[in-house]
């Protein structure tokens, strides 16, 4: 079993920054794939970045260029540093394990999630 608490999220303006965190507990973080995953009301939950267990980032194409996500094995905590951020980028943001083997970027395959955490992003 792993727990995972995210954290870091707000109110930004335009054009500004937010770094979520993700914390873990439980099972050897370091086993697991993190995936960052959204979602902004009345639409569905989308892929966002993940970050394999060897520390390969991979992201969706509407954040490539703008976010950056990486991991701290020791700290057991995954970030997603969130640059220009754009109205379009209001959800909440969840982090999510996944067991190898994969990495993949469906929902569906992700074993473990947080409770999220609110990016608002407004003037």
């Known amino acids: 079993q792993v727990q995972l608490v995210e954290s870091g999220g707000g109110l930004v303006q335009p054009g500004g920054s937010l770094r979520l965190s993700c914390a873990a507990s439980g099972r050897t973080f370091s086993n697991y794939h993190i995936g960052w995953f959204r979602q902004a009301p009345g639409k569905a939950r989308e892929f966002v ?46 982090c999510a394990a996944q067991v190898t083997p994969g990495p993949s970027s469906a929902a569906n395959l992700y074993d473990y999630w947080g409770q999220g955490t609110q990016v608002t992003v407004s003037s």
């Not at 060897?54 to 991991?71: H, L, M, N, Q, W």
């Open 49 to 94: 970045s993940l970050i394999t267990v060897d520390g390969s980032p991979i992201y969706e194409i509407f954040v490539k260029g703008r976010f950056t996500i990486s991991r701290d094995n020791a700290k057991n905590t995954v970030y997603l540093q969130m640059n220009s951020l754009k109205p379009d980028d209001t959800a909440v943001y969840y």
